[in-house]
């Protein structure tokens, strides 16, 4: 598995808008539509990447944590499925379902929106807060495949709780580390 880290899109960004099926739902869902006036988090994962597997437990876990407290979760995932088939949509469904995802699960097809993001890898986190402006990007936590550090999510959870406590969270972001995204072959 090959390590690439996040591009670490400029904090301050305002969350390009996308409107993508939802493999669990079969709706068409909109950011405008799924955002939270306290924090919204986007995130680029897949099915077969084994650092999205290695915390799909306690991402999970994290989202139900949070969206009692208002933040929105919002997974997609714009991976190339010609040439990886693992990561098409019916089965995004079943990975979603079988890894307790209680948040969308959006497909990007084109690949536009991977690119309005500059997400590189998964999994890719965005967090924005209530007027969509870019308030974190970086990692989940420091646990990675291997490495023996236990899956907490601190990273983002630190994150999320400075911005539901009205403040500023930190500048000192370490980025992402996954696998690239499986950009189509041109």
Known sequence: MAQTPSTMLPLGTIAPPFSLPDTVSGATLSLAELKSPQATVVMFICNHCPYVIHLRAGLSQLARDYQPRGVAFIAISSNDVEHYPQDAPDLMRAFAQTSGFGFPYLYDQSQDVARAYQAACTPD??????????????????????????????????????????????????PSVGCNIKWKRA
């Open 125 to 174: 986190f965005f967090v924005f807060d209530g007027a969509l402006t870019l308030a974190y990007r970086g990692q989940f936590d420091d646990a990675r495949p291997g490495n023996g550090r236990p899956v907490t999510g601190a990273a983002m959870r630190a994150a999320l709780d400075a911005l539901l406590a009205g403040g500023v969270v930190s500048e000192d972001q370490v």
